[in-house]
């Protein structure tokens, strides 16, 4: 007859000395496909702690191009990790048991880190800048553009991104690393860029056009911006397949002129014309207000007076984008909105 | 501060020692998550190790559980008894996972060759992806004790 020793499989505990250590991490359903369909490899990252992010910048876990937060939730259950073992009470009759082999009190859960602040905002905060009188800060040791993205608690794909979009650029020479082009630089090199591909006769209309193409015909002179920026700010202009985008450009050229200009506020029509004098004719009727990210300034005094809404301060920048970014449930996301006004 | 590769499940783990566990409780590389509401304090009055220094804690069993039956009959999962010691017994079930779980830990340790130069740096891996557990939150209850061999 069967008694309750008899039925079952023995359930054994290893000792704390020979307890392997595990953690326990949640999957959200995409990255349990990228995990086990597709075999990728995940990050986790820890970003340096400034004092705009508030508390502490808990590490995340990145996809390829998304970003995790990471939390980390206590249980006061006894949760067990267990194998099976060939090993139990009965020498003489030896059946397969179980056997917990690690211990947990918390699991890690993640939620997608949509409203922290974005590789833009870090990269503004670690990279020396260029400027247009030609001048680099200085970072001491030089990083390289992998170091750089590796301190940053955000996903490759989202960091790549804001890269170009800022039109950073790596120097090989001397000054050797990484740098944020200032606006005022930026300014320039669009300038520049007009001025030889208008005088090499490049017909901006013709669709497609590549950068190369606008290369080729930069001749700047005495100017001694680097290769490398333009390059980086015609590729921050380029649609999917490589080639330029008017919008893009058009875009571009109007955020760096109202970075330069609207500080302590312009005349809209006076940007609207400085914009329209920065650009190959075809393109000038694409001017207008409406074409700058309504994020990015503010119009007062009846629509007359435009003003940069700060791309210049991290702080500021960082504010818009959680602003921009409400409905978030947690509570550790309203202490962190509450601690950048309190900034301000 | 290097970003810390965390490495997919490899694909070739089989385990090595036949699964007490039902079927659907299996992973490839056998690992099982067992929960218990509150803590296990050993009853024997001094810890009797087990072979190979492990402590046993009793028996764990699936009353309902019959391996020929459909794959759909799922009532079984409902009763799940760990017995501990001689006289008290733990009611549990199977419950599947609101999101599964991966059991991560740190990669290599003697092998600490990583494929980008290895220098040997920090890597974590998932051991398995699990997505059941046994959860037993209930108390105790005594049961008579049986006839022990």
């Not at chain 1, 006894?78 to 397969?96: A, F, K, L, R, W």
């Not at chain 2, 020929?68 to 009763?79: C, E, G, H, I, M």
Request: proline share 8%.
């Amino acid at each position: 007859m069967s008694t309750q020793a008899d039925e079952g499989s023995s359930f054994s505990l290893l000792p704390e000395e020979g307890r392997q250590h595990f953690r326990l991490l949640e999957l959200p359903p995409e990255l349990l496909r990228l995990v086990v369909s597709e075999r990728t490899i995940l990050h986790f990252k820890s970003g340096p702690k400034t004092s705009e992010a508030g508390s502490n910048l808990e590490a995340v876990l990145c996809s390829p191009d998304k970003t995790f937060h990471i939390r980390q939730v206590n249980t006061s259950n006894s949760v067990y990790i267990c194998q099976p073992t060939s090993h139990n009470d009965d020498d003489e009759n030896p059946q397969p048991g179980l056997q917990a082999v690690a211990q947990s009190s918390w699991t890690l859960e993640l939620s997608e880190a949509a409203s922290l602040p974005s590789a833009a905002h870090y990269l503004k905060a670690a990279l020396p800048t260029y400027s247009s009188t030609g001048t680099y800060q200085s970072k001491d040791p030089p990083a390289s553009q992998q170091q750089i993205f590796d301190d940053i608690p955000v996903s490759q794909a989202e960091c790549e991104a804001a890269w170009r979009d800022l039109a950073c650029f790596e120097l090989k020479n001397e000054p050797k690393g990484c740098f944020l082009p200032r606006p005022n630089a930026k300014v320039q090199v669009w300038r520049s860029i007009l001025e030889s591909a208008t005088a090499a006769g490049v017909d901006v209309s013709r669709d497609p056009i590549s950068p190369e193409l606008i290369e080729q015909s930069v001749d700047r002179n005495d100017e001694d911006w680097p290769d490398e920026l333009g390059h980086a700010m015609l590729d921050g202009v380029c649609d999917h397949e490589g080639m330029l985008d008017p919008g893009k450009w058009v875009r571009a050229v109007g955020l760096d002129l109202l970075a330069v200009e609207g500080a302590r506020g312009l005349p809209a029509s006076e940007l609207l014309k400085k914009w329209r004098d920065a650009l190959p004719e075809q393109w000038r009727k694409r001017v207008q207000v409406e074409a700058l990210p309504r994020s990015e300034y503010t119009l007062t005094d009846d629509r007359k007076t435009i003003t940069s809404a700060g791309a210049e301060s991290g702080v500021a920048a960082a504010a818009a984008e959680t602003k921009s970014t409400l409905g978030a449930k947690r509570k550790w996301h309203e202490k962190f909105r509450e601690s950048k006004k309190a900034a301000k | 501060m290097p970003a810390i590769p965390l490495h997919p499940p490899a694909a070739s783990r089989t385990p090595s020692i036949p699964n007490p566990l039902p079927q659907l409780l299996q992973t490839p590389s056998g690992l099982a998550i067992v929960e218990i509401q509150g803590t296990l304090n050993s009853t024997l009055s001094a810890p009797q190790m087990g072979p190979h220094g492990s402590i046993p804690l009793g028996k764990l069993s699936f009353p309902l559980y019959d391996p020929l039956a459909a794959v759909q009959n799922t009532a079984w999962q409902k009763l799940v008894y760990l017995y501990v010691g001689r006289h008290q017994r733990l009611t549990g079930e199977v419950r599947k996972l609101g999101k599964p779980l991966a059991v991560v830990r740190k990669r290599g340790g003697n092998a600490g060759v990583s494929d980008d130069g290895g220098e040997g740096r920090e890597a974590m891996e998932i051991v398995e992806v699990v997505y059941y557990k046994v959860l037993f939150a209930h108390r105790p209850e005594p049961v008579g004790g049986g006839v022990e061999g």
